[in-house]
């Protein structure tokens, strides 16, 4: 078997990079697939202002880049490539990407979590003519005009408060009465001139054709049973996200709603896999948890390799 590579990272967030920089400090020679999402959800963020170190607030992107330069720096060998197969059923392990097999010793999975849609009529055929789930990919498209953002959680407060720099308007639609969102961002919402929250509300349908694009969105209140249409050209999806486990079905245990099982030394259910940030745990989601659980990954497999040998 050609070259054997002490530690595979698979994903490049917060948890990826980071795990990266330790495994390259421990001389465990990492190779990082970044898959399509170099950056993770931070490259599609924009203030990051709870990360420690930056009392000012960091770019999302800008703290990608960072944390990319760090695992560079000690040597992590990256490629940017999706990985398409992992064989986890004999060691070494074995991961495939661009029709290339890559074996390692130990695999540390970061691959995160992708953001959820709501499966509504016109949600697809409107995806990128008005619809999409990146405010700071697609805001500025929306300058002076009327936008809805769908969701609740920090994301949508976040992405809400962002999108008033564009937007005329930007109404909230939320199925509830309460928001989920940390006292602060809710706060900041429900005080902005700009932003309407329509509460116990669902989206029925998007509006529009991919010709004229997003014309408006079918609400209904859960309440009262009212439909109404409320004409807008932007959609905002922030309603969550959703492990990105697809792969390591079969192979991996996996939990109820579908995020990988780890003990508390990051190990999945194959002893050499470990697995750190959003793809393992649904409750924190934080850049700050991610970098954690990265990192004690990485311990985790330099550990287990001193052990193994
Ligand atoms: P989240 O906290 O899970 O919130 C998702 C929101 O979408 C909830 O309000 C939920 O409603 C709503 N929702 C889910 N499925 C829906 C559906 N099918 N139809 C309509 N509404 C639906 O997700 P998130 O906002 O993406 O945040 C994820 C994690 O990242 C959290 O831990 C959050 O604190 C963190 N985060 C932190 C920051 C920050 O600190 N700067 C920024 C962004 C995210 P219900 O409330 O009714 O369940």
């Known amino acids: 078997m050609a070259d054997v590579r002490e530690v595979i990272v698979l994903g490049a967030g917060c948890a990826g990079w980071t795990a990266a920089t330790y495994a390259a400090r421990a ?14 959800q931070l490259a599609m963020t924009t203030e990051v202002e709870n990360y420690p170190g930056f009392p000012e607030g960091i770019l999302g992107p800008e703290l ?3 944390m990319e330069q760090q695992a560079r720096r000690f040597g992590t060998e990256v ?3 999706r990985v398409t197969a992992v064989d986890f059923s004999q060691r070494p392990f074995a991961v495939t ?3 290339e097999t890559y074996h390692g010793k130990a695999v540390i999975i970061c691959t995160g979590s992708t953001p959820r849609r709501l499966g509504v009529p016109g949600e697809s055929e409107l995806w990128g003519h008005g619809v999409t789930a990146c405010a700071t990919c697609d805001g500025a498209f929306y300058r002076g005009q009327e936008i809805v953002v769908v969701g609740g959680g920090d994301s949508a407060c976040e992405e809400a408060t962002f999108l008033t720099k564009f937007a005329s308007k930007v109404t909230m639609i939320h199925r509830r009465d309460e928001l989920r969102a940390s006292k602060i961002m809710a706060k900041r919402v429900l005080e902005h001139p700009k932003i309407e929250v ?25 309440k009262t049973g009212e439909v109404c249409d409320l004409p807008v050209t932007g959609f905002f999806l922030a309603i969550g996200h959703d492990p990105t486990t697809k792969l390591f079905e079969g192979q991996l245990e ?7 099982i780890t003990d508390d030394h990051q190990m999945t259910s194959v002893p050499g896999v470990f697995a750190g940030g959003d793809v393992q745990d649904h409750t924190w989601q934080q ?3 991610a970098a ?18």
């Open 97 to 99: 990407a661009g029709g």
């Open 27 to 40: 001389d465990l020679r990492p190779l990082l697939f970044t898959g399509n999402e170099l950056g993770g």
């Open 292 to 309: 954690g659980t990265g990192c004690a990954s990485a311990l985790a497999a330099e550990r287990w390799l001193s052990e193994a040998d």
């Open 254 to 260: 996996l939990d109820d709603k579908g995020y990988l």
């Open 198 to 222: 329509a509460w116990n509300s669902v989206v029925e349908e998007c509006l529009g054709t991919p010709a004229t694009g997003l014309t408006g969105v079918r609400l209904k209140n859960v």
């Open 287 to 289: 850049a700050i948890t």
């Open 64 to 66: 990608m880049e960072r």
């Open 79 to 81: 490629k940017i490539e």
